[in-house]
């Protein structure tokens, strides 16, 4: 299995440029994460889709955008880049949400640079 | 959403175990322990989670206190592929459940 799969793993982006950050995951998961890591800092929740058809803020929510495809994909959107967007994204999902031991499943991680 | 208190790092030699706290003292009776960790330049991945007994898996073992306001990761032998950023977070009925900064493990040769 491919598990949290995203798309790019690099990018460069220019001030005030757009672009979509993909995430698809082939473990029919309800549940999929956008988190955000800034240099030695833990991951902070962007956006969170609970199931299908369903998308809600996180800690920081300014300046993106998702969108729930379908079960399996799990889009973020940077309206116009900003220097302060520059950071590792991490897409990541589980099976569902609440507290019944809820593993998450992380995917490798996509590097983005605003200059 | 409860918060976790984990030291900022902590050195291991090789092949000696690791013990690494974690306090919660604000969990709720739903919240799950869970621990993750991020080797460098990877997304995190699961490590072991818990909610009141002690749990041990191929991993690693959880030690859970008996008033759940804090717990312990043992790793019983660290080897080199052990280090890295260990997260404790607590998991209950909503998705935001937050990571913090985590314990840096270096393991020495």
């Known amino acids: 299995n491919a598990g949290v799969t995203q798309t790019p793993k690099f990018q460069v982006l220019k001030t005030g440029q757009s672009m979509t950050l993909q995430c698809a995951q082939d473990?029919?998961?309800?549940?999929m994460y956008w988190y955000r890591q800034d240099p030695g800092m833990g991951l902070r929740l962007i956006y969170y889709?609970?199931?299908?058809?369903?998308?809600d803020k996180g800690e920081v929510p300014n300046g993106y955008n998702v969108s729930r495809l379908n079960k399996r994909e799990f889009s973020l959107r940077l309206e116009s880049a900003a220097p302060s967007q520059t950071s590792v994204y991490f897409c990541a999902s589980s099976e569902r949400q609440g507290p019944l031991g809820n593993t998450i499943y992380f995917g490798e991680g996509s590097w983005l640079t605003v200059v | 959403d409860a918060k976790t208190t984990q030291p900022n790092s902590m050195e291991s030699n090789e092949e000696e175990p690791v013990h690494l706290p974690c306090n919660h003292s604000?969990?709720?009776?739903?919240?799950?322990i869970h621990w993750y960790r991020q080797l460098p330049s990877q997304g995190p991945e699961y490590v072991i989670h818990?909610?009141?007994s002690n749990v041990n898996n191929r991993m690693a073992s959880l030690a859970i206190a008996e008033d759940r306001k804090s717990s312990t990761l043992i790793l019983h032998r660290a080897t080199l592929r052990d280090a890295a950023v260990y997260y404790c977070i607590l998991m209950g009925t909503g998705n935001q459940f937050y990571f913090g900064t985590g314990t840096s493990l270096t393991v020495i040769p």
């Open positions: 604000t969990i709720s009776g739903t919240d799950y």
């Open positions: 818990g909610l009141t």
């Open positions: 889709s609970a199931s299908e058809g369903t998308t």
């Open positions: 473990m029919n998961h309800n549940s």
